[in-house]
């Protein structure tokens, strides 16, 4: 089945550790990428996204995605987390064909120790 | 800046009552989003509607309804609530297809 698989479920780190979370989707077609982020108690606001251009794109927050068309993936990186960056991170992918859906990761809870 | 509006943060109804949630957006977008999200399941397309009067069913349709009769207003609604839609339930709007979502705060129901 086609779907949006981010490989860890849950990840704790310790402040100034570097972050690099998962995710690898099965479409085949053109696709714009998305990373979302909710914090404790918050709604889900966009981090960055990828639509064409420069795999590597850069969002808020000092986070930045990067998009390896050949392995199907678009991993979510930072070089330095902090105790704010708590939150849980959704990958989410949107077909150009077959219905025009966008479909999300099952989510990563990350927990940043201070 | 987009502002998706939920009616409720928190919501307990009963076992087999018809429960509306309501969303509001005010950016004059055409397309609205229904999802649950559960934990270690992420977030699941229950409707969505990219036009007034117009909705699609996503991937999980059954035991819901939609209504969209204003442009602003996208109407989720439980026609016989079971425990089992017991969730986070998250509503969000967008511009053309493929572009960023915008979401509410959600709101927890509970199903009793």
């Known amino acids: 089945a086609q779907s949006v698989s981010q490989h860890n479920h849950h990840v704790i780190l310790s402040e100034a550790a570097s972050l690099e979370l998962g995710c690898n989707y099965s479409?085949?077609?053109?696709?714009?990428l998305f990373w979302y982020v909710q914090y404790p108690g918050q709604h889900l606001q966009l981090l960055l996204k990828y639509f064409s251009g420069d795999p590597l794109v850069k969002g808020i927050k000092g986070f930045e995605a990067e998009f390896i068309k050949s392995k199907f993936s678009f991993n979510l990186r930072k070089p330095s987390v902090q105790w704010s960056d708590t939150a849980e991170y959704f990958c989410?992918?949107?077909?150009?064909?077959?219905?025009?859906?966008?479909?999300f990761g099952a989510g990563t809870r990350l927990f940043v120790k201070a | 800046d987009v502002k998706v509006t939920q009616s409720s943060r928190y919501l307990v109804k009963r076992t087999g009552e018809k429960v509306f949630l309501e969303c509001v957006q005010d950016m004059d977008h055409e397309n609205m989003f229904w999802y649950r999200q559960d934990p270690g399941l992420g977030l699941r397309l229950i409707y969505f509607?990219?036009?007034?009067?117009?909705?699609e069913k996503g991937d999980i349709p059954e035991g819901y309804s939609v209504s969209r009769e204003k442009k602003e207003r996208f109407s989720l609604i439980l026609e016989s609530a079971s425990t089992n839609q017991t969730s986070m339930y998250l509503c969000?709007?967008?511009?053309?297809?493929?572009?960023?979502?915008?979401f509410g705060d959600g709101t927890r129901l509970s199903i009793l």
């Open positions: 509607s990219y036009d007034v009067k117009m909705k």
């Open positions: 989410a992918v949107f077909r150009h064909t077959g219905g025009f859906k966008t479909i």
């Open positions: 969000a709007s967008s511009g053309p297809q493929g572009q960023p979502q915008h």
């Open positions: 479409y085949g077609g053109t696709v714009n």
